[in-house]
């Protein structure tokens, strides 16, 4: 799945987050090395990978951040979310307090995160289905509730890891493009104004300016009617 297609490369910083033992390490293994390990150790502070993806005609570069759940090192995961393109926030579906942990960190990256940042909630163990203390139904519903991207993963057997790169890449993708329209069309709109205020008659000579003109504040729709 690591990608050797599309032009443009783009770099999207990536973290995951979630309760010690949940899986976060294990996915990102899976994900970079294809790889499983039955006693994957407890990441101490954080770890750091990356891996490119093919999404449609680019290349998505993820810089990911593994970051280690145990409490202790809560106070560190601002350095790692802040300016995220996109965070994967981990609970395991054999665990209920994993759950609660994983919708904990929703409401701190609600708070504190970067609006764009992309939030996919991974209910992760999902090869252990006898085991199962989450319904995907509620996990399901409270990620609509809160524009979650969600899906349920194994990294034992791979199900849906590469898949959930691969939507969060596309979505990325897609906010990228939205970011530039809007950032393009502000340009357009504050060329528009320039060209409007060369052309107004310039004030007469002698004339004294009492007021400092106004502000202009530019915004997508106000401007170019
Ligand atoms: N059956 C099963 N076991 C898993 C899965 N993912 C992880 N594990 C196991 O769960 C344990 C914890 O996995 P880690 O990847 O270390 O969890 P973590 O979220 O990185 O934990 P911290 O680094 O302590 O925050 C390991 O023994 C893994 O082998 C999975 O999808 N299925
Ligand atoms: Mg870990």
Redesign the pocket.
Known sequence: MAANAGNKIRNAKLVLL??????????V?RFVKGQ????????IGAAFFSQTLAVNDETVKFEIW?????ERYHSLAPMYYRGAAAAIV?YDITNPASFTRAKKWVQELQAQGNQNTIVALAG?????LDARQVPAEEAKAYAQENGLFFME?????AINVNDIFYEIGEMSTILNLLVWAVHGLRISCTAKKLLQGQQAPSPQAGMVLNQRPNERTVSSSSCCS
């Open positions: 979630g309760d010690v033992g949940a899986g976060k390490s294990s996915l293994l499983f390990v039955e006693f994957q150790e407890s990441t593994d970051t280690a759940g145990q981990v992760n163990k999902a090869d252990m993963t194994s990294a034992k057997t």
